[in-house]
């Protein structure tokens, strides 16, 4: 079965998370969707070529990354509580991407 956008519970910020409703198969698809979201939001931070402002650097940030910290927040949080192999094998599989990307974002831009 093919996970789309529209059954994938990581996928929608909500304040009641549907844990009965969330799989192993709807981790590695999320993810991958939510990082590249993630990095598209942070190249346009970077990009911007305005005053850098609070709102503009860190508030843009959280924003840039609320999905995914959402999820996987989500995940991590399945993973210590009530996981399972299939779990744990998609958590591990998008474990090294999510830290990649974490570790690539710039710090200073001179």
């Keep these: 079965m ?34 590249k979201k993630a990095r598209e939001n942070i190249e346009r931070i970077v990009e911007d070529r305005e005053p850098r402002t609070f709102i503009s650097t860190m508030l843009a940030y959280d924003t840039a990354t609320e999905g995914l910290e959402y999820a996987m927040g989500i995940v991590k949080h ?4 009530a996981t399972t192999p299939d779990l744990r094998a998609a958590y591990n599989k998008v474990q090294p991407d999510v ?4 570790s690539s974002i710039p710090l200073n831009e001179g």
């Design 2 to 35: 093919s996970v789309t956008t529209q059954t994938n519970p990581l996928l929608d910020v909500e304040f009641r998370i549907p844990f009965d409703q969330i799989r192993a198969e709807h981790i590695e698809p999320a993810v991958q969707d939510l990082l």
């Design 78 to 81: 399945l993973e210590a509580v």
């Design 99 to 102: 830290s990649a990307f974490y």
